[in-house]
């Protein structure tokens, strides 16, 4: 008589890799669906603000953050949505009024003072908020600056939100040039952190 272990064994091993697939398949999609890296998402659990800066196909230059907030994406969204209120807790931003809003867009006019002796720099931005609690972008449609364009992401993990923050600005020929990315870059960390501190609270 013939033993069953054999069969046994491999049945076993079977389901080993079968558990082992999933549990890969899971958390590198988990992990990586949003091309993430394992350091990055690291990062992001310890409360850090993680940077880069980008060169899309144009040649624009521009930068990218993103930080984990201990809030849902619609509850995220909602923050962001609110422009008039941003103004309230993000001290380069002095002024910010919607001046035409519809179901999918956003018009509003901003005032950002970037460094004390530079003027106020007014410029209005046009919010395309089509994939809701997903994705808002946003481009310059009037005011100062050559280009600003960009969007921002809200990616859930596990009941919070990953936001990724991504800019492009193009300053134009009469102003300073260091006002474009580098600037942009240097005050994210800053922004996404009172961003996250704001939805945290939640409490506009």
């Given at each position: 008589?013939?033993?069953?272990?054999?069969?046994?064994?491999?049945?076993?091993?079977?389901?080993?890799?079968?558990?082992?697939?999933?549990?890969?398949?899971?958390?590198?999609?988990?992990?990586?669906?949003?091309?993430?890296?394992?350091?990055?998402?690291?990062?992001?659990?310890?409360?850090?603000?993680?940077?880069?800066?980008?060169?899309?196909?144009?040649?624009?230059?521009?930068a990218k953050?993103?930080?984990?907030?201990?809030?849902?994406?619609?509850?995220?969204?909602?923050?962001?949505?609110?422009?008039?209120?941003?103004?309230?807790?993000?001290?380069?931003?002095?002024?910010?009024?919607?001046?035409?809003?519809?179901?999918?867009?956003?018009?509003?006019?901003?005032?950002?003072?970037?460094?004390?002796?530079?003027?106020?720099?007014k410029f209005?931005?046009?919010?395309?908020?089509?994939?809701?609690?997903?994705?808002?972008?946003?481009?310059?449609?009037?005011?100062?600056?050559?280009?600003?364009?960009?969007?921002?992401?809200?990616?859930?993990?596990?009941?919070?939100?990953?936001?990724?923050?991504?800019?492009?600005?193009?300053?134009?020929?009469?102003?300073?040039?260091?006002?474009?990315?580098?600037?942009?870059?240097?005050?994210?960390?800053?922004?996404?952190?009172?961003?996250?501190?704001?939805?945290?609270?939640?409490?506009?």
């Open positions: 008589m013939l033993s069953p272990a054999p069969a046994k064994n491999s049945t076993r091993l079977c389901i080993c890799l079968i558990l082992s697939f999933l549990l890969i398949f899971f958390f590198t999609r988990k992990i990586f669906a949003f091309s993430l890296s394992y350091q990055t998402v690291v990062k992001l659990k310890k409360g850090e603000v993680v940077t880069e800066e980008l060169k899309n196909q144009r040649q624009h230059k521009g953050g993103l930080v984990l907030i201990n809030a849902p994406p619609d509850e995220v969204w909602k923050l962001i949505l609110n422009k008039e209120f941003l103004a309230t807790f993000i001290p380069k931003l002095k002024k910010a009024r919607i001046l035409e809003k519809g179901n999918n867009y956003q018009k509003v006019f901003m005032a950002v003072k970037i460094y004390r002796f530079l003027p106020t720099f209005t931005i046009l919010f395309d908020q089509k994939n809701k609690y997903k994705k808002m972008a946003f481009s310059k449609i009037d005011g100062c600056f050559q280009d600003i364009y960009g969007s921002i992401k809200f990616i859930p993990y596990n009941g919070k939100t990953i936001l990724i923050y991504t800019m492009y600005i193009e300053v134009g020929f009469f102003i300073p040039s260091f006002i474009g990315s580098n600037s942009v870059k240097k005050d994210l960390p800053d922004l996404l952190s009172r961003i996250k501190n704001q939805a945290e609270r939640n409490t506009w």
